[in-house]
């Protein structure tokens, strides 16, 4: 088995993590690079991360997910932020994005008609451009925790919690912003629990 596939196997949702492990600084800078560097949805890059570190910011979460002690027990939390109102085009946000890409005014207007055509035609219009852009705030989380895995280091997914009560925590424009997911990092406390999954077979139809 290759290094990759044994981090997959070794990768869980950490209930509980060891408080008195935390991860190296450098260590946890490499892992928001890959999330930096995770590809989005037309290059656009709507997502924003808040690392809460301070035992305090920690503890003022963790009563809005559902007091789960993962929050409170990680060596970092990382609540990812969507950017809504701003990924529709036309708008600076955009106009920005794609000048920063090289491109000049006339690839902006190729752009947005490009974009918004997408949007449109996937339904992604109005209230539902906060399902487009969280996806693609999945799409680093899921980066940032295989690269974690890699490195032995354990994550959970936190995606029960009180998303008005988190956004107001931050101080959110919900028109602007919302939270689409929270990560926990650190290292597990104990053993990881046998694992469960449908066989490939059951998975997998070729055509």
């Not at 799409?139 to 009560?165: H, N, P, R, W």
Request: aromatic fraction near 12%; charge should be positive.
């Amino acid at each position: 088995m290759n290094q990759f596939l044994e981090s997959v196997h070794f990768r869980h949702a950490c209930k509980l993590f060891d408080e008195s492990k935390k991860i190296p600084k450098e260590t946890f800078e490499e892992i928001l690079e890959v999330g930096r560097l995770a590809p989005s949805s037309f290059g656009v890059e709507p997502t924003r991360l808040i690392v809460v570190r301070s035992d305090e910011g920690k503890k003022a979460l963790r009563p809005l997910c559902w007091d789960q002690p993962q929050i409170t027990t990680a060596s970092e939390v990382v609540v990812f932020k969507s950017l809504q109102n701003d990924v529709i085009p036309p708008s600076e946000y955009i106009k920005a994005n794609t000048f920063r890409r090289k491109m000049n005014l006339n690839g902006y207007e190729t752009f947005c008609n490009r974009l918004g055509g997408y949007l449109r035609t996937r339904g992604f219009v109005e209230d539902k451009i906060a399902h487009w852009s969280a996806l693609q705030a999945y799409i680093m989380a899921t980066y940032m925790v295989a690269y974690a895995s890699y490195l032995k280091i354990d994550t959970c997914y936190i995606e029960g919690f009180d998303k008005q009560q988190v956004e107001k925590l931050y101080g959110l424009d919900p028109f602007k912003e919302q939270v689409s997911l929270i990560v926990c990092f650190g290292y597990r406390a104990k053993p990881q629990q046998e694992r469960f999954r449908i066989q490939l077979d059951e998975l997998v139809q070729y055509k």
